[in-house]
């Protein structure tokens, strides 16, 4: 079971797992397209609706994916979900993932909390109560620990304090409510998982970049959503299609922002394998679910090189930074487990910038290049709800 | 102003604090007092209504208590409190703060997370927008820390680590739907404080015992709630009031559980150190307020020793846990920086339990005995909304 399958992690992971024989149903409300609906945004590719994905994958590939539209706020819903399906192990995508988003306004934050948060607690209680052998295989994000002065370890850290020692949950320094919103999610989900025997896995993700899967290459209509506005797009996604339409990449502040990135491909492998190695019930496993890291500078380099490769022109500009985060700073954060567990990684080659860039540069009038520069400032959120779509 | 300031430690707080020429605003919404009226559990104090308290106090004193009855969650009343009031500090006990009510089901769970951290961050915002420079003094508990195998710091831990050295927050591991909302709270506040330069106090309170203090003395109608049951009554309030009745002390298993405990009066002083020293912008200073530790055990043989001294006849009973907790552990609380800023404790003496002790027996005809046993299991909690009220 795929919580938010719709989305962009979501998609081709569904469309992998079936692939592979898994028994495959997606849960979402769609509440992503909304987001874009009502702030005037669109993904670069050309998605369909739904429905229309489910259909066309069962079309070319033969395998049938399950479709739950709802919200998992709505326990009703989540509980009938979980009653037709019953689910060995539930994939949780299914949250409101941007950080600009949530720092917009007041209510937006309360929003994501809210939708982040509650949501998942009601995924523990649906699987206590219609699922108790189920897997909750739960996304949270590499941004949980922020940018520490030591080395970001696995989900836990070993401290030895005055002559004793201990193995405690690494400290979060979540730098928005978004962020924030998967610290919670992670404290609530190891209660949960110690209290009531659960068998979880919480992954912490870096940066996806990417969007070509061989699932979703399959279809032209299968294609994976692309985003490229200030709010949901992401760092390396963004740079490549500001480099294929000639926009200079935004570079926030002085770029040497440090953080951990995976291709899209390596998202569905690393689900499978946490899939395929479920927790022991009452042990909550965290990985930190990325393969690389790079500065915001080294990817701007990276897409400068491949696109002059392709006869582009890919140009930097500083612009002051929206966020309130550290624009130098130690950062070395441990990534095994998954590896152990058998990943190999699809690391960032030129080739795959270039089959990047070359999507890109295929869907590039699909651009509006009023949705590229930072709308999201976050000293300024206030309370009064306000809507930054440019008209 | 005073969020909560018709529960435990906000009427104490509010009455300490206008006694000593602070201007005081009451902020609450009455909810406490219909989680009783719902579970069918009273005050073993006849408490008034807060308008009657308000105009008592007035009649008492001479001293004006402004009140405004409303939800923290509803954030246009929040506003209209704020620029009506215009407070130079906030002090925040306005939330759902029983661990077993948060584990009693599922819409209680999130009842309780909703109501806390929406409601604070919905305060963080409203300082932002109409009282940058108010210091906001925010309850948490001793709980978030739970019982690490290494000393327990004040708020934040340096730690040394693979040849790096950082400060960093505390690691926490709240261990009820209840204590992870103070988590979230703080990790909040850290962000909010940072990113908008806030003032902000965040107080790890320990379990306050007592009732009476100098102020709520000085007429009966002042009297300040005292819960016993199950639900709502702490370790050493439940303990005196279960051995004027007659009742076996209920330790929870095998009773070596420990945690930092301080008297109401002590409460009191510690907000108003707390009020005194306003955090610097964009810092968030984190106390420890308790003042001595003590195991269950412990409380109930310093409880025998006080009745026994008054005629009563206290015995003991272990009760299976209902938590899931350890009840044997290392716990080593460090307490100093609010005694450092003038704190001179009211310790846990013989003559202090007496006094509770005779209050309690004053008002022991009131006590229901059918709600003094547990009635909350932590593993058991269901999605399903059931009372608990026993009839
Ligand atoms: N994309 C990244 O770079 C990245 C990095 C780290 C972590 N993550 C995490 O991975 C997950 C998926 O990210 P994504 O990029 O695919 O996001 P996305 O926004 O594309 O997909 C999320 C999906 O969840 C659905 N959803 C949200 N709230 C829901 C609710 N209450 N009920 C039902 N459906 C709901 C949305 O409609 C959407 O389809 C998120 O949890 C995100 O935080 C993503
Ligand atoms: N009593 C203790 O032993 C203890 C120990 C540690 C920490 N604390 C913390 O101290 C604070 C006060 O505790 P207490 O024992 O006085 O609790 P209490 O329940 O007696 O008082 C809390 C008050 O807040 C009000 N409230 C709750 N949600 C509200 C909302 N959304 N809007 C407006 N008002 C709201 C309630 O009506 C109640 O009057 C809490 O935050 C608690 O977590 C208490």
Not at 46 to 73: A, F, M, N, T
Not at 134 to 158: A, F, Q, R, S, V
Not at 339 to 367: A, C, F, H, R, W
Request: aromatic share 8%; glycine share 8%; hydrophobic share 35%.
């Amino acid at each position: 079971m795929i919580l938010g399958g719709d989305g962009y992690c979501g998609w081709a992971t569904a469309l992998h797992l079936s692939n592979r024989g898994y028994e495959v149903a997606i849960v979402d409300n769609m509440c992503r397209r909304t987001f874009d609906d009502q702030l005037g945004f669109n993904s670069l590719t050309p998605i369909k609706g739904i429905h229309e994905r489910v259909r066309v994958w069962e079309e070319v590939s033969g395998k049938r994916i399950q479709l739950y539209v709802g919200d998992i706020c709505d326990y009703e819903f989540l509980s009938a979900a979980f009653q037709a399906f019953e689910p060995t192990a539930c994939v949780h995508f299914g949250e409101q993932r941007s950080a600009p988003y949530s720092m917009m306004d007041r209510s937006r934050a309360v929003f994501t909390q809210t939708n982040n948060v509650m949501g998942t607690i009601n995924v523990c209680y649906a699987i206590k109560e219609f699922a108790p052998e189920c897997h909750l295989i739960k996304l949270g994000t590499m941004g949980e620990y922020g940018t520490p002065n030591i080395d970001i370890e696995e989900g836990y850290i070993t401290i030895e304090h005055n002559g004793r020692t201990d193995t405690l949950p690494y400290p979060k320094q979540g730098n928005s409510f978004y962020h924030l919103s998967k610290c919670h999610d992670s404290a609530n989900m190891l209660m949960c998982t110690k209290t009531w025997k659960m068998r979880t896995t919480d992954l912490n993700q870096g940066v996806v970049y990417g969007v070509a899967t061989p699932e979703t290459m399959m279809d032209d209509r299968l294609v994976n959503r692309l985003d490229y506005d200030a709010v949901f797009g992401t760092a390396l996604n963004r740079f490549a299609i500001q480099a294929a339409v000639g926009h200079p990449m935004t570079v926030y502040g002085k770029g040497g922002q440090t953080r951990g990135f995976l291709n899209i491909t390596d998202t569905c492998k690393c689900i499978q394998i946490a899939c395929d190695n479920p927790a022991p019930p009452g042990e909550m496993k965290i990985y930190n679910q990325f393969t690389e890291q790079f500065s915001v500078n080294e990817l701007a380099a990276l897409i400068t090189e491949a696109g002059q490769k392709l006869g582009l022109d890919p140009q930097v500009i500083n612009v002051p930074n929206p966020r309130t985060e550290m624009e130098e700073h130690y950062y070395n954060a441990k990534h095994s487990k998954l590896q152990d567990l058998g990943l190999e990684p699809n690391l960032m080659k030129e080739s795959i910038l270039e089959s990047l860039l070359t999507t890109v540069v295929k869907y590039k009038d699909n651009v509006d290049q009023r949705l590229i520069l930072p709308g999201v400032n976050w000293t300024e959120s206030a309370s009064v709800g306000k809507t930054i779509a440019k008209v």
